[in-house]
C-alpha cells in the first residue's frame, strides 16, 4: 500500500487567498484524521470523520477551516480566508477504527503551510 | 496547564548511550499510551504503545507508564544516529477515543 497520500507537499500563498489540502487514506481504513503541526502548539487535532461522517470538529480553530470527505478515499481541508497565523504543517492521518487497543493512527507525510 | 507535557530538548547523546525520554500528565482518565517517533520532514510513525501501568520491551526501546505519579517513559538502549528524530508521546482515554500529543522531544544522536 502507498500509505496516507497528501498533497501538495508543499504550499505557499498570501494572506486572503484560499487553500485547499488534500488527504487519500489507506485502503480500507475507515477513520480519518486532520492535524496541525507547530512549533508552539505541537501537533493539534482539528477534525477526524468515522465512515466519512466527521464526528469531532471541536480543534477547528474557527470558521475560516472547514472540512470534507466525500467518499471513503478521499478529503480535504480548506481554509478561506488564509492568514499568516495558519502557517504550518498540516497532517493527515488514517486508522482502521477496529476497536482494538491500538487502533495505529498511520500519518500523511504532511502539506507545509506558507502564509505569507 | 496542558494536558500533556514533554520537554522539547535537543537532547543531544553520543551513540551507545542510554536514553531517556519523559512525559508527564494531568488526565487521569487515559489509559493508553503511545510513543511516535517524527524523523524530519516527515509524519510522525507508532513506535511503540503500552496500556494502562507497567513496562513493554521491545528491541531496544522500553516504555514504561506509572498511571499512580502520571508519568511515562521511554528508554532507548545502545542508541544510535539513526534514532535521531523527534519523539511525541500521546495517550487516549479509550480504545476508540481521540489521541492527545505532548509536543514532542528532538533528539540527537552523535556518532
Known amino acids: 500500500d502507498a500509505g496516507v497520500i497528501q498533497s501538495p507537499r508543499h504550499e505557499v500563498t498570501e494572506m486572503g487567498q484560499e487553500v485547499t489540502l488534500r488527504c487519500k487514506p489507506i485502503s480500507g481504513h475507515n477513520s480519518l484524521f486532520w492535524y496541525r503541526q507547530t512549533m508552539m502548539r505541537g501537533l493539534e487535532l482539528l477534525i477526524y470523520f468515522n465512515n466519512n461522517v466527521p464526528i469531532d470538529d471541536s480543534g477547528m480553530p474557527e470558521d475560516r477551516f472547514s472540512a470534507k470527505m466525500p467518499n471513503a478515499s478521499f478529503s480535504t481541508l480548506k481554509i478561506q480566508p488564509s492568514e499568516p497565523r495558519d502557517s504550518a504543517v498540516y497532517f493527515c492521518?488514517?486508522?482502521?477504527?477496529?476497536?482494538?487497543?491500538?487502533?495505529?493512527?498511520?500519518f500523511g507525510p504532511g502539506t507545509r503551510l506558507t502564509v505569507l | 496547564q496542558k494536558e500533556v507535557e514533554q520537554d522539547p530538548g535537543p537532547l543531544s547523546v553520543p551513540e551507545g548511550a542510554i536514553v531517556s525520554l519523559n512525559c508527564t500528565y494531568s488526565n487521569s482518565a487515559f489509559q493508553y499510551f503511545m510513543w511516535y517517533r517524527q524523523y524530519s520532514r516527515k509524519g510522525p510513525e507508532l513506535l511503540m504503545y503500552?496500556?494502562?501501568?507497567g513496562n513493554k520491551e521491545d528491541g531496544r526501546f522500553t516504555a514504561q507508564v506509572d498511571k499512580s505519579s502520571k508519568y511515562i517513559s521511554l528508554f532507548i538502549r545502545d542508541s544510535q544516529p539513526s534514532d535521531s528524530a523527534t519523539y511525541l508521546c500521546?495517550?487516549?482515554?479509550?480504545?476508540?477515543?481521540?489521541?492527545?500529543f505532548g509536543k514532542g522531544t528532538m533528539l540527537l544522536v552523535s556518532p
Open positions: 500521546a495517550m487516549k482515554r479509550g480504545t476508540r477515543g481521540t489521541l492527545t
Open positions: 492521518a488514517s486508522s482502521l477504527a477496529s476497536g482494538g487497543a491500538t487502533d495505529t493512527q498511520y
Open positions: 503500552t496500556y494502562s501501568s
